[in-house]
């Protein structure tokens, strides 16, 4: 027998020589990336060690941070697997902030910094800052509800831009006064009661106005300092056309983990560079996902935001 | 505590109120303790100032005991009322 012809009398038949072939060459896959992943977790976590390991008194509270993701399972599912190992190893307390709809979280952040304003004004004209390393210590009902050493960190482009217009809004704008209630007409008549529920949704929402244009101006800058920025890379990989690239970033699960795990140390590690107004605001443009069904409003919120320089200048991203 | 005019219920209010403080010091004390520490902090360190890592995992121990704690208590009332109702 020639050599080939022993080869094939040795191997298991042909279907036996694909179905063995391609099963093995998926898990040879899988199991080549995962013994990677947990290495590439493993140096991430001694990186971030460096943090945790310094000592801390009792009186301290560790470095807090909010993160807004999307509003999807996808954006949950990547901030656990990714980012948040590598804030546990730093010791970095986090608040997740996960909007019910698009659109949510530019809300939020511009009550936030209004809410500092309002503390602002309301501390006593004479008031000098006084560091108190004690401050942790107090009722946490009493202590101030906006804090500049919290960072506001963008889990993927549809936050960062959300974010960036919550802090231009929330900086150069005043909060509006809240609208006037319209008073309600008692129902005197029981027969009217059934007729009444139905007319009453169409008055409320003729009386619901649009929103009217904030006024911004550089007059209404904070003299507080804003808070820290940061950007983590978020795809938007959900849904049926993501299927393939899920599939995808399965087997290739280390680069992933290392391309977001450094951004998080970075994050971990508060190093923090200027803002710069030409480039950083378009971070992770590529990335912007806007889905059909949307409103009007939450589409314009996924469009690129201007940061005036005013606020650029005031304003510290981590790097 | 207000040593009233009530006399013996008030005593026995007091009574039960020092068993509960004292379940409550037991339980702060032995319990949490125990079990975040076994949790949170490695056998084999070298310094005895707490470290960040530790620090951040008793806050958050403490804060899930607590949590934990009341929601069971909460549950056993509510199953204690129900008993009673019935």
């Not at chain 1, 800058?221 to 950007?231: E, N, W």
């Not at chain 1, 951004?263 to 971990?268: D, N």
């Amino acid at each position: 027998m020639s050599l080939l012809q022993s080869l094939k009398s040795r191997l298991p038949s042909r279907n036996w020589c694909i179905f063995l072939g391609t099963t093995s060459t998926i898990t040879g896959l899988a199991i080549y990336d995962k013994y990677h992943l947990r290495n590439v977790r493993k140096e991430l976590d001694q990186k971030a060690a460096i943090l945790a390991n310094e000592p801390m008194q009792t009186w301290e509270v560790p470095r807090k941070v909010k993160v807004y993701v999307a509003p999807t399972h996808w954006a949950r599912y990547w901030f656990k697997q990714y980012i948040k190992p590598v804030f546990d190893s730093a010791a970095l307390d986090y608040e997740v902030v996960e909007p019910k709809a698009a659109g949510q979280i530019h809300h939020t952040v511009r009550d936030l910094i209004w809410t500092g304003k309002d503390e602002q004004r309301a501390l006593p004209p004479g008031h000098r800052y006084e560091p108190n390393p004690y401050a942790a210590l107090g009722n946490p009902l009493e202590r101030p509800k906006y804090s500049a050493d919290e960072g506001l960190i963008a889990v993927g482009p549809n936050a960062w831009r959300e974010v960036l217009r919550g802090l231009k809004e929330g900086a150069l704008a005043e909060r509006p006064p809240p609208a006037a209630v319209t008073p309600v007409e008692p129902t005197t008549n029981a027969d009217s009661e059934k007729t009444d529920a139905p007319s009453d949704t169409p008055n409320d929402e003729a009386t619901a106005t649009p929103e009217p244009p904030l006024e911004l101006s550089e007059h209404n800058l904070p003299s507080f300092p804003l808070p820290q920025l940061g950007y983590i890379t978020g795809r938007n990989q959900s849904g049926w056309t993501g299927f393939p690239r899920r599939v995808y970033g399965w087997f290739t699960e280390r680069d992933t983990a290392r391309e977001i795990g450094e951004e998080a140390l970075k994050v971990a590690f508060g190093r923090v560079r200027e803002f710069d107004v030409d480039h950083d605001p378009s971070l992770g443009s590529k990335d912007v996902y806007v889905n059909k069904e949307w409103s009007e409003e939450q589409k314009k919120s996924a469009e690129s935001v201007e940061i005036p320089r005013t606020v650029g200048e005031k304003l510290y991203i981590y790097n | 505590m207000n040593f009233g005019n009530f006399g013996q219920q008030t005593q026995v209010q007091s009574n039960v109120n020092m068993s509960m403080a004292e379940q409550e010091l037991e339980m702060v004390t032995t319990f949490i303790v125990d079990s975040c520490y076994r949790k949170c902090v490695p056998p084999k360190y070298q310094d005895g100032e707490l470290n960040k890592g530790e620090s951040v995992c008793i806050d958050r121990c403490v804060a899930k005991y607590f949590e934990v704690n009341m929601k069971v208590g909460q549950k056993l009332t509510a199953q204690a009322n129900q008993g009673q109702l019935r």
